[in-house]
């Protein structure tokens, strides 16, 4: 083994004195711990000694080092709960000041003196309190308990106490209580429980229905009518949950309610439909709310009215409604209830369908109000609406009603006195006389409509004297289809309307016509004015027009239409040429399973020719196994019903036996919106199932080789984890070694340089001085840094309002802000509360203080801010100082990085802002900096984890 270094060597030899020192008082904490425990506890324990002069020494040494724990006596002496430390033979060896003020004895009477003998606690209690004791020593834990308590001046309390063993370097001390007084809280809960006994009473002679349901559904408590009006007895109601109770389709709401309620919701007029315990409907209506007791759930508490009979009615009504509104709608004219100032009360569907408009754009509207009647006919309505107040009889009139799309139809109105929702009111009937008006004016207007067919028809029409073969009446369309006006037109005859090559085929059609032999000639091409040809279709009619016989044909032209069948033709060549050429298989069945249409890729995919495929259903052509039949067939019917699938991967069977992997999608193809059939495309997968396989054998290597570097990573890790341990313990002994010689330096020079008279060496003096000075804060502040940066290193956060720690720092750097002549301004609101190590909060404000400090010029102004979004607390400080360029802002965080002149200052160490990153990483924040440049200032950035006053008083109890 090779010889340690001495640095090393004293560390070992601390740490062995120090675990020698921990043997000595394990020896006190074993013997102390005997008296009281039972006999199988105490034959385990191997430190048995009787000299009691040794055991009382050891006692006070221990019972010293208690006391000298500042933090812990603090702690002890603010919280307002009493706590006692008990030794293992029942010994009160310490208490706080709650615990003497709340039994009333002083220190001298209670402390040193067993806690069963004090008259404190009941007797009965005592065998009670030992038994707690010794579970704890065993490490078992144990429940607070409620006990009494007597005073000293006699009264009797109520207390609330939990044990715990103390223990320090693993050795058990003894055991402490923590007491709470609850004597108020016991009043209350009787107070409470009086008050429960009342409502309780008026619960249960309540006429409403009353039930509290747990978390998870059993009822808690229900009163004399819910049993009543359930039929149940109080014996069953702890096998019954809510679900029991419920109307199987008020169910999944109820619950959703319920969740609600569970959550803190109160609910009002819900309605639903309880089951008695025959079956019987029960229509409730109620409100339900939440209990909590401390913060917990507890159970819900609904108080429910019996609505049934009120249900019934409504429901007779709803019915008697609907035979009215029935009978309403079913009338074939158009019907409304209107009041006596003429608002729509009611209105049938014949007039929605007849007007256009809505229900709800009439009723309740004053039909004056609305577009649905000309103003000539409102003053119709209005005039005979105040002949029949009067009670004058009306007969029936004619008005005009408007459509939505401003049509106007007429009508005949007949109105009747009748009650609606018990008031008079007036049921108007509305009868279409549209088609009369039509038969009146069939004739008068009969001339006109033929002339405007004629001249608005989309369709040429031509009518030719059939002796003649001259045109003697011309439509527009016509003229158009031939690109004549009507006078050059008229001129012409049927022969100068065909080309040469078609005219003894036009002849003839138009001869046949007018036999009455046909009616339609299809294609006939026409030759128009410019010299064109256009395709046309002619219906004709033979009829006699002033004595003369005529036909009368409509020219429909289809040379547009002609041009899309060719275009048609020429697309359906060029889909059968990629039909037959694609590289997938594409199968056309129709919706009952039957193959109509394949393309050449079945041999390739199947083996089998299209002839020996089409006309096949696809479960009898070999396609698959016996097993996968009915399968593809429930597949087959999914698709056809409309179901949407994936791409689908399955087996087919070639013709030659072995089995081919292939991919197929599948599409519904509909006709006039209903299923004609399916269309299939099946691509041959093989070569890619080749690629995956051995894509998975290449991601099992690679798995195989992730694991061997896992283990390798393991392998490294162990070995950095001890080089971290090495480099903690080199750290420690470094602060050792450079800060042993370094402390007499510091204290001597000083005094050296006072008494030194020769200026020149004075001088040089102060040099080293200076220079020792800045290594002993360098080194301090690089161990400070080791030590930050160490796994092992922990913090104690705490909950701190960051104003008043701020204030504390601020006016701890009081001194050198004024020297400097800069003004701080602390603008942190007062609420802001942040989990933080309190020490380590300071150090990073003092780091980041002196930076401000060393960059900013006299009469500079530093502000603090911080804002809180209720995670992070973002905590700024801004100085007016030399500012950072862009590039250096990257690098003021590293280690002994130094901005600008601060470089050649050899009192700055480079490593504050390194430690305030450090500080700030380990409480899990994050650091930054923003400058606008050179001149322009400069604010760092950090954010520490956001607490609260609620956080804070978690702590303290």
Not at 550 to 579: H, P, V, Y
Not at 847 to 875: C, E, H, M, Q
Request: proline share 2%; hydrophobic share 35%.
């Amino acid at each position: 083994m090779k010889d340690e270094p001495e640095i090393i060597k004293m560390l070992r030899k601390e740490e062995k004195l120090g675990k020698l020192q921990g043997k000595i008082q394990s020896d006190y904490e074993s013997l102390e711990m005997l008296e009281e425990l039972p006999e199988d506890v105490k034959n385990e324990n191997p430190f048995v000694e009787e000299d009691g002069l040794k055991v009382q020494k050891i006692k006070d040494t221990v019972l010293c080092e208690m006391k000298s724990d500042e933090l812990y006596r603090n702690l002890v002496e603010m919280t307002s709960d009493a706590i006692v430390i008990v030794d293992l033979k029942g010994v009160i060896v310490s208490c706080n000041t709650a615990a003497l003020r709340m039994i009333g004895y002083s220190e001298e009477e209670y402390v040193g003196k067993r806690f069963s003998e004090l008259g404190v606690f009941c007797k009965q209690d005592i065998p009670k309190f030992l038994k707690i004791f010794a579970t704890i020593i065993r490490g078992k834990a144990t429940p607070p308990i409620e006990f009494i308590f007597h005073r000293k001046d006699g009264t009797t309390r109520w207390g609330e106490g939990r044990a715990n063993l103390l223990k320090k370097n693993r050795k058990i001390l003894g055991i402490q209580v923590i007491i709470r007084d609850i004597t108020d809280r016991k009043l209350e809960e009787e107070k409470l429980k009086e008050g429960e006994e009342k409502f309780r009473d008026l619960f249960e002679n309540a006429n409403d229905l009353i039930q509290s349901v747990d978390l998870n559904g059993n009822f808690v408590y229900v009163n004399k009518k819910w049993l009543e009006m359930l039929g149940y007895s109080k014996n069953e109601i702890g096998q019954l949950k809510l679900n029991d109770i419920l109307r199987k389709d008020q169910i999944p709401h109820c619950m959703e309610l319920f969740k609600k309620v569970c959550e803190g919701e109160s609910l009002k007029n819900i309605e639903t439909v309880f089951l008695s315990k025959n079956k019987e409907e029960i229509y409730v209506e109620g409100n339900v709310s939440p209990w909590f007791k401390d913060g917990e759930f507890i159970a819900t508490r609904g108080i429910f009215r019996d609505i049934t009979e009120r249900k019934r009615a409504e429901k007779k009504l709803r019915e008697s409604r609907r035979h009215f509104q029935r009978l309403f709608n079913s009338m074939a004219d158009p019907v409304a209830i209107v009041n006596s100032k003429g608002k729509f009360l009611e209105i049938n569907d014949k007039v929605e369908e007849t007007t256009g408009f809505k229900r709800e754009e009439l009723l309740g509207k004053n039909f004056l109000s609305t577009k649905i009647v000309t103003k000539k006919s409102k003053a119709i309505l209005i005039k005979n609406l105040a002949k029949r107040m009067i009670g004058r009889e009306i007969a029936p009139y004619e008005i005009e009603i408007l459509t939505k799309d401003s049509k106007k139809l007429p009508f005949e109105v007949n109105a009747t006195k009748i009650e609606y929702n018990g008031k008079a009111a007036d049921m108007v009937s509305f009868r279409d006389i549209s088609k009369r008006k039509e038969t009146e004016n069939a004739l008068k207007e009969s001339e006109e409509r033929y002339r405007t067919l004629f001249e608005a028809s989309a369709d040429g029409i031509l009518i030719a004297d059939i002796e003649t073969k001259k045109q003697k009446y011309v439509n527009p369309a016509a003229c158009k289809i031939f690109g004549y006006s009507e006078k050059e037109l008229l001129r012409l005859k049927v022969e100068d309307l065909h080309p040469k090559e078609s005219l003894e085929h036009a002849i003839s059609e138009f001869e046949a016509q007018a036999k009455g032999k046909k009616t339609l000639a299809k294609d006939i091409p026409c030759l128009r004015k410019d010299g064109t040809i256009v395709y046309a279709d002619f219906n004709t009619t033979a009829t006699t027009i002033n004595g003369r016989k005529c036909n009368i044909g409509l020219i429909r032209d289809i040379t547009e239409q002609k041009q899309a069948e060719e275009a048609l033709r020429e697309s359906r060549e060029k889909f059968r040429m990629i039909f037959e050429n694609v590289n997938d298989e594409i199968i056309y069945l129709n919706k009952y399973g039957k193959i109509l249409e394949v393309n050449k890729k079945s041999k390739d995919i199947f083996g089998r020719k299209p002839e020996e495929i089409i006309g096949k259903y696809f479960t009898k052509v070999g396609f698959f196994g016996v097993k996968d039949v009915s399968k593809m067939l429930k597949l087959f019917k999914d698709v056809i019903r409309g179901k949407t699938l994936d791409l689908i991967e399955l087996e087919v069977k070639h013709k030659d036996g072995h089995m081919v992997p292939i991919e197929t999608s599948m599409k519904i193809i509909k006709k006039n919106g209903k299923t004609v059939g399916l269309l299939a495309i099946v691509r041959d997968i093989t070569e890619r199932k080749k690629t995956e396989e051995k894509l998975k054998e290449a991601h099992e290597r690679l798995r195989i080789f992730n694991k061997v570097l896992e283990e390798k990573v393991k392998e490294r890790t162990i070995e950095v984890e001890n080089l971290l341990e090495q480099k903690d313990e080199f750290i420690g002994q470094l602060s050792h070694d450079l800060g042993s010689p370094l402390t007499p330096l510091t204290a001597l020079l000083p005094m050296i340089e006072e008494k030194e008279q020769d200026p020149y060496l004075k001088e040089e003096i102060g040099v080293v001085l200076q220079n020792v000075k800045y290594l002993n804060k360098l080194v301090n502040k690089t161990i400070k840094l080791a030590q930050l940066n160490s796994p092992k290193t922990t913090f104690s956060l705490d909950t701190t309002t960051l104003l008043d720690k701020l204030n504390t720092i601020i006016e701890k750097n009081k001194l050198v802000f004024e020297e400097n002549g800069l003004e701080i301004m602390n603008r942190v609101d007062e609420g802001i509360m942040v989990n933080a190590d309190k020490s380590m909060l300071e150090e990073l404000f003092d780091n980041l203080f002196t930076n401000a400090v060393k960059y900013s010029p006299r009469g500079g102004t530093i502000t603090i801010n911080a804002k809180d979004d209720g995670n992070w607390v973002t905590v700024s400080v801004k100085d007016t100082g030399i500012g950072l360029a862009k590039e250096e802002i990257d690098h003021i965080f590293e280690e002994f990085y130094k901005a600008d002149w601060s470089r050649h200052d050899h009192m700055s160490s480079g490593l504050g802002l390194s430690i305030c990153k450090s500080i700030v990483k380990k409480h899990g924040g994050r650091i930054w900096a923003e400058s606008l440049g050179k001149e322009k200032g400069t604010t760092v950035f950090f954010t520490f984890p956001s607490s609260s006053k609620e956080d804070m008083m978690n702590r303290q109890r």
